[in-house]
């Protein structure tokens, strides 16, 4: 598709008049009446999920392309992705097969997120009981980026491959690291920072699983009131870019946010397996769009207020550029609950 002057695969001109009335383009889509959601439900089931999984590939090579010159919000050459997962309840009476607690189905949504434009670069989609260390086994490391991820990804053994492969972490201590100290390096403790250390682990598996040196990196946030410490295989950035670096793992707490709110994923067309990964990935399709229309038209408003704009437009004939003239200011950002549905159903 096509958005301003760029082209993909088809123009801008003929979507157009595709769009130029509703009844008009649901007459080419062989659709003659209203859509029961049993129908809907029907074609989740049969139709394979990785067919929108390809078309999100597709999308995040694309969208990755556009945002690759932007701001980082942190001092770093390198690529930066922050690594996390979120969790999809669902009716266990209706998904028996997402058996997640006693009373209670749902599905996990792990995801690798490239922090320039905020782009996820990788996702698996798996029963809510795994848990998300695993998600490590089956990343394809890049040498020299940095992985930023919360507690739940501290395994030692996994952590060390990062090592091998020449790649670099940045995740939390827990407060019951065994570990002693061998260097120092000083620190401005106006900045928050309060050490910047060498250690070895010292537990028994620990140490075997993690035999080489760590970098401990411990800091007090004035904003939140808490001392945070660090952990890192990197020895060469400053103590304060390592603080600031896990700060932009919020980023995919957003994106996640993001996703919930604004898309309808939680009333799922279909219940199997497939049904579900179908919509989640349809769902994620829908975000990389929508930041392929804000970047191609150079648009000001977040992606909530793009998403809305279109949501209520996707049946007039304007051009893209014109509805965002238009409504300006008239879509106000929301933390309603209530979520915008896909394809008007």
């Not at 009476?93 to 670069?121: E, N, Y």
């Not at 989609?125 to 795994?130: E, N, V």
């Not at 975000?287 to 992606?303: G, Q, T």
Request: with cysteine.
């Amino acid at each position: 598709m096509a958005f301003a002057q760029l082209t993909y695969r088809e123009s801008l001109r003929d979507i157009e008049a595709c769009l130029r009335s509703r009844s008009n383009l649901l007459y080419h889509m062989g659709i003659r009446g209203n859509v029961a959601r049993s129908t809907l439900a029907d074609a989740n089931e049969q139709r394979d999920w990785r067919i929108y999984a390809e078309l999100a590939h597709w999308l995040i090579a694309r969208t990755r392309k556009l945002y690759a010159q932007e701001e980082l919000g942190v001092d770093l050459d390198e690529t930066l992705y922050a690594l996390d997962s979120t969790t999809i309840d669902l009716c266990l009476t209706l998904f028996p097969w997402a058996h997640f607690r006693r009373h209670k189905a749902a599905v996990k949504m792990h995801t690798l997120l490239d922090l320039r434009g905020a782009i996820p670069t990788f996702i698996r989609i798996t029963k809510g009981k795994l848990h998300d260390v695993h998600f490590l086994d089956e990343l394809v490391l890049e040498a020299g980026a940095f992985y930023v991820m919360d507690r739940g990804y501290l395994d030692y053994g996994r952590l060390y491959r990062f090592v091998v492969e020449n790649a670099f972490f940045v995740t939390r201590a827990k407060s019951n690291i065994d570990c002693r100290w061998t260097a120092s390096r000083p620190v401005d403790r106006a900045t928050g920072l309060r050490a910047d250390q060498t250690v070895y682990l010292q537990g028994e598996q620990a140490a075997l699983d993690y035999p080489g040196p760590l970098r401990r990196v411990s800091y007090f946030d004035v904003e939140t009131k808490k001392h945070l410490v660090f952990l890192t295989n990197n020895f060469t950035l400053p103590a304060l870019t390592i603080a600031h670096i896990y700060k932009r793992r919020w980023q995919i707490e957003l994106f996640f946010k993001w996703i919930k709110q604004n898309l309808r994923i939680k009333a799922f067309f279909g219940t199997s397996d497939n049904a579900v990964k179908t919509q989640l990935w349809i769902a994620v399709c829908v975000y990389l769009l929508v930041a392929i229309v804000k970047k191609e038209l150079k648009l000001e408003p977040s992606l909530s207020i793009i998403l809305q704009v279109l949501s209520v437009n996707a049946f007039q004939q304007d051009l893209l550029p014109q509805l965002f003239t238009q409504d300006a200011g008239v879509f106000q950002e929301t933390e309603s609950p209530n979520q915008l549905m896909l394809c008007g159903l």
